[in-house]
């Protein structure tokens, strides 16, 4: 099945260039018109936006031995100081009515200040009225809410641990095909821009395959991943919107091991599912999510890496309150996940229930502050460590620029 939409996708692909003569052939003819508006170079159609994030972790913190190294390294240990987690730049336009380019690096990566991709890709329209689309180069994956939605709209400080467990930095190498009608298309945008919170435009309908070992690196074993998903933003006669949606995705996965052998199992297959639903904040709003699957997790009885099943989500409740010019969102997330992380040593095992209160204090359209107090149950074990069961609270605080 995956080569036969492989197969589908490389055949759309080879198409594209006699598409594309038609629309060069039609946009080079001669002008009798002395007052024809000037070609615009591809340069002049780029536009740059951006937006970083300070972070401070320390304040009534009472355990440093909770950490959560996908969630933000400057968690406990020696951390606890100022800590830029995000200073993005995006470069983006419409080079040509058919082409899209979206190119995002990130400036404080990994916990240190440099620079990393984190987006690369380039959005080709298969249809005059962009209603259906590849995206091809390094994007997000199309699985989960959350994972799609940008940090830069999200509540919370971190994505939660069930479904971003998934897909690393929740992106990847691929091609990815998207369909959604205008209409559709023109309310994804709106939930974004209108302030409410949205994913942004991943399509009606949404099917993907993918490298599956990170982004920003090659793939190991020569087999790709496929995801697809299926939502919809239903328009409430309340004017509320509501929307659902399905998700899915498998392959397989090469787990770095802490002491390698030639008897250890590597490769592992994993598959993933689970529902999304989303009533956007007006002014009351809550998420939901969740997904079972299967894959590789650190068994400390055995000391090995084995096939295991995993499960996780979150249900999160937010009210939007607008005073003047001001907007307050207060904001509560539960969120539990039981299985292993397959990019992190040994594929560790986690066992993670974790509670947060927060509000998002949004001062002007370029300024905002999250506070967040964070109560956490962690297990996270592998071979370096295989009882490490840790609890703890702490109160979260950031700071937001957006430009």
Request: charged letters at 20%; aromatic letters at 16%.
């Amino acid at each position: 099945m995956r080569r036969f939409f492989a197969m589908a996708i490389i055949q759309v692909m080879m198409s594209l260039p006699a598409v594309f003569a038609r629309d060069v052939q039609s946009d080079s003819l001669p002008s009798n018109s002395k007052e024809s508006a000037p070609i615009k170079g591809w340069y002049e159609k780029l536009r740059l936006r951006g937006y970083a994030q300070l972070r401070y972790n320390g304040l009534f913190e009472t355990n440093p031995n909770l950490l959560c190294d996908q969630c933000d390294k400057s968690w406990g240990g020696d951390g606890g100081g100022f800590f830029f987690r995000r200073i993005r730049l995006v470069f983006f336009g419409q080079v040509h009515e058919r082409v899209y380019v979206y190119i995002q690096p990130d400036f404080a990566s990994g916990g240190g200040n440099f620079a990393q991709i984190r987006d690369a890709y380039f959005d080709v329209a298969l249809d005059a009225e962009q209603e259906f689309r590849l995206r091809i180069g390094q994007s997000k994956v199309p699985f989960g809410f959350e994972n799609m939605q940008s940090s830069q709209n999200r509540l919370p400080l971190d994505r939660h641990d069930g479904m971003n467990s998934a897909v690393p930095n929740e992106r990847e190498a691929g091609v990815f095909f998207y369909y959604a009608p205008q209409e559709i298309r023109k309310r994804f945008s709106y939930l974004v821009s209108s302030g409410l919170k949205g994913s942004g435009d991943y399509g009606m309908f949404g099917f993907g395959i993918y490298n599956g070992q990170g982004p920003n690196a090659q793939d190991r074993d020569k087999n790709v991943h496929v995801v697809s998903r299926f939502t919809y933003p239903l328009l409430l006669p309340s004017g509320q919107i509501f929307e659902a949606s399905f998700q899915g995705y498998s392959g397989s996965y090469i787990v770095q091991r802490t002491t390698p052998s030639d008897q250890d199992q590597n490769e592992f297959r994993e598959y993933r599912y689970g529902p999304t639903f989303v009533l956007y904040p007006q002014p009351f709003g809550f998420q939901l999510e969740y997904n079972w699957g299967r894959g590789p997790e650190y068994h400390p009885e055995t000391n090995d890496v084995v096939d295991a099943p995993l499960s996780g989500g979150y249900a999160m409740l937010n009210y939007q309150w607008k005073a003047g010019n001001k907007l307050f969102i207060p904001f509560t997330r539960y969120h539990f996940y039981k299985g292993g992380k397959k990019f992190e040593m040994d594929a560790t095992r986690h066992r993670v229930k974790e509670l947060e209160l927060g509000v998002e204090w949004q001062f002007n359209p370029n300024f905002e502050l999250v506070t967040m107090y964070t109560i956490s149950d962690r297990t996270f074990e592998n071979s370096t460590n295989p009882t490490n069961r840790q609890k703890g609270s702490l109160l979260r605080l950031q700071a937001q620029v957006n430009f």
